[in-house]
């Protein structure tokens, strides 16, 4: 039977002591360092700890995890506390001590070690450092100290356009109403709350509204998708932007936690919290209206500076209408390649950049959780995986890890199939997913429309069961300025792969993308009568895994054995649709397929040597993974010329006056904590 004094932490929640004000009180950091119990949860030991030195007030400035070691997995808290006349050095090791003998004897889990010295890579002591005043001052949000600021540091007869709604687009119009100075806000998309019933209409009822989506709409697409805040950035604006979600209504956590998400419930509620402070400020919105035009216009009593003149349309009436202002701030976000066609008109410099493309893995949580933690899974948060592999051609690696989430239809067409992930905040669900992708190149253009029309039949698991001209009239189209529609038949292709030449440069990685996404869309119709499916292709590791079945000693016996047309009984193809599906969190559904095959042959090398390797440090990633394709917009394929402040570049190297490219659609940020940054940055440094 468990005592009483542990069971009064099991549900005690850790949250900020708003009562630490400024005074001579809060004099100390200390440092927690302990082992991970078996008993319970890492917050209640954690919250046993500072009980027993009786220190009743106090702020978590960082929370972390060493797993390395699954026998000995060690938590890290640095608390910001007052100053206690019992908090000695000699106390905290007399507490430890005392802690240390509590546990129950014969326990194989020791909590606490005692040590004689205070060495920070040791567990089980406590550090204590002293700190200025200044020091100790929590970092309060800007938005606090609107009437400090200096208001038009540049004159602004008009007021700025904000184009897009995102991360990016919400930190510019809060630095805009930190100044004094009231936005006007086109979001394509809908409010949070029609956005809401449009998604599930769409998951219910596959019933997809191309402007309102998990792509498109208030909040930007990490609305729907977990709300990650990591960055490997150590901007000093990171703690600025975590304190701002805060006072909107996100969790305390993100503050302190090496991991920081808000989740994708949360950011339902904190969204338009922001959306009424910015209305109370002064701020306009435009929602479901649509950006169609950009034009420059002479205006003489500016001084020849000119006038932005921006047409929207709205999506529900048709009407268009016209605004006027000399600061045009477009942060739309990457999604939005109707973006870059309005830049290309303007003349603004556009360059092709690496992206990153594959598919997303899925495994149960408990397979994650007990590879990464052991023993101690069920006391700890769900665990989150970093791999890299260094192939020949390209890295392959992890991205956007969702632990307890699911794989979401992320699709900005309605003949696309895109996928992502998304968690909530508490990542409670059955299963963990990660995009697994590797760097692209845009001058490997022509490896991927190489020798399509093979790749598509050897992609097609069960063909079989299909026309041997299944991929007859597989008709796409293709490019953003000129597109062009492409149909692969049996037998070659109905085009000159010199198309390829009448492209732009920058569209390269573009049309990979789309190569990805119509051909798994008009792939998944066929496998399905019902036209709009959206169900994805995949290979599950038990049932003839793309990792498992193809490879061999040798990589031209494997191009062989992806070459023969394999006869199977239609129960063979029902088991590995009914398991497939029975596995997944993906709403729509999957179908068995090859998914490596459209990939050149040299990245299908490297993805296979990448899996074997991540097999080694998770044993089970290909037994028992099922990988769902394809993942293609993990960051942009474009970035746009630009200054330092964010002022667009035209094609002969000048500036732009008045034109702010931010957040991810430049190809300058990705995440959203950087994207916020860029828009907070480029209003903070202009204005």
């Known amino acids: 039977m468990k005592d009483k004094q542990q069971d009064k932490y099991k ?12 005074d001579k009180s809060r004099d100390y950091i200390v440092t927690v360092r302990f082992y991970i119990s078996l008993e319970k949860d890492v917050d209640s030991s954690f919250l046993e700890i500072v009980d027993f030195l009786k220190i009743s007030k ?11 070691n699954k026998e000995h997995i060690v938590a890290e808290y640095n608390i910001l506390c007052e100053k206690l006349a019992d908090l000695t050095l000699k106390n905290i ?38 700190l200025s005043i ?31 709604f995102g991360p990016c687009g919400i930190f510019a119009a809060l630095a805009l109403v930190s100044k004094g100075v009231c936005p006007v806000i086109i979001e394509m998309g809908e409010m949070v709350e029609k956005r809401d019933k449009d998604i599930e209409q769409y998951i219910q009822k596959r019933q997809f509204n191309e402007h309102s989506n998990i792509v498109f709409g208030e909040g930007g697409a990490g609305t729907y998708s977990d709300g990650k805040l990591y960055t490997r950035s150590r901007n000093e604006l990171n703690k600025e932007i975590f304190s701002t979600f805060i006072y909107f209504g996100a969790p305390v956590q993100i503050e302190y936690d090496a991991h920081p998400h808000i989740g994708s419930d949360n950011l339902k509620v904190i969204i338009p919290n922001i959306r009424d402070y910015l209305q109370k400020k002064g701020a306009s919105f435009f929602f479901a209206n649509k950006l169609v035009d950009l034009e420059k216009t002479n205006n003489k009593e500016a001084k020849g500076e000119g006038v932005w003149r921006v047409k929207i349309k709205d999506l529900h009436s048709g009407n268009l209408n ?15 390649r109707f973006l870059y066609k309005i830049l290309y008109n303007l003349g603004v410099k556009l360059s092709p950049k690496p992206f990153a493309l594959g598919f997303r893995v899925e495994h149960p949580k408990s397979l994650i959780d007990n590879n990464l933690y052991g023993k101690y899974a069920q006391n700890l948060p769900s665990a989150i995986y970093n791999l890299k592999f260094k192939g020949k051609s390209s ?42 992708v590797c760097s692209v190149n845009p001058g490997q253009i022509r490896d991927f429309y190489q020798d399509l029309p093979e790749r598509v039949r050897s992609f097609i698991r069960f063909s079989n069961f299909f026309d041997d001209n299944i991929i007859n009239n597989l008709e796409i189209e293709i490019g953003l300025i000129n597109p062009v529609k492409i149909r692969l038949s049996a037998k070659d292709f109905d085009y000159d792969l010199n198309f390829l030449n009448e492209l732009s440069l920058w ?10 996404e119509k051909i798994t869309y008009r792939l998944s119709d066929l496998y399905h009568v019902t036209s709009s499916s959206y169900n994805i292709g995949s290979s599950q590791a038990t049932a003839g895994s793309f990792v498992k079945k193809l490879i061999t000693p040798n990589f031209i016996e494997r191009k062989e054995v992806m070459a023969k047309k394999i006869q199977v009984s239609y129960k063979d193809y029902t088991e590995e649709l009914e398991k497939l599906n029975e596995i997944t969190s993906y709403p729509f559904g999957l179908y068995p397929a090859n998914i490596l095959n459209l990939f050149p042959e040299n990245l ?29 917009r993990t960051s942009s394929s474009i970035q746009v010329g630009r200054t330092s402040a964010g002022e667009a570049i035209s094609n002969l190297e000048a500036v732009v006056d008045g034109l702010f490219v931010l957040g991810e659609g430049s190809g300058w940020a990705s995440g959203i904590t950087t994207c916020a940054i860029d828009g907070w940055k480029a209003v903070m440094e202009n204005y």
């Not at 106090?58 to 390395?68: H, P, Q, V, Y």
């Not at 992890?398 to 508490?426: H, W």
């Not at 097999?615 to 293609?632: S, V």
Request: hydrophobic share 35%; with cysteine.
């Open 395 to 436: 890295n392959v690696f992890s991205f956007c890890m969702c632990p307890g989430g699911e794989v979401l239809p992320a699709n900005s067409k309605i003949d696309e199939i895109v996928t992502n992930g998304a968690s909530r905040f508490a990542r409670d669900s059955q299963n963990s997913n990660s995009a697994i």
């Open 507 to 516: 569209e390269y990685g573009v049309v990979i993308q789309q190569l990805f």
């Open 93 to 130: 090791q007399q507490t430890i001590y005392a802690l240390s003998k509590k546990r129950e004897k014969g326990s194989k889990s020791k909590l606490y070690r005692d040590v004689n010295n205070y060495n920070l890579k040791k567990p089980g002591y406590l550090n204590i450092q002293k």
């Open 604 to 632: 299908i090398y490297d993805f296979m040597n990448a899996f074997k390797y991540f097999d080694r440090i998770i044993p089970g990633f290909i037994g028992d993974g099922i990988a769902e394709g394809f993942e293609t």
């Open 58 to 68: 106090f702020k978590i400035l960082k929370k972390s995890i060493d797993a390395r």
């Open 11 to 22: 549900d005690k929640d850790i949250k900020k002591d708003e009562s630490l004000d400024r």
């Open 322 to 336: 016209i605004l006027e202002t000399d600061t045009v701030i477009l942060a739309t976000g990457h999604n939005n």
């Open 134 to 164: 200044e020091q100790n001052l929590k970092k309060e949000s800007s938005l606090d100290k609107s009437e400090k600021f200096t208001i038009n540091l540049r004159k602004h007869p008009h007021r700025p356009i904000i184009v897009g």
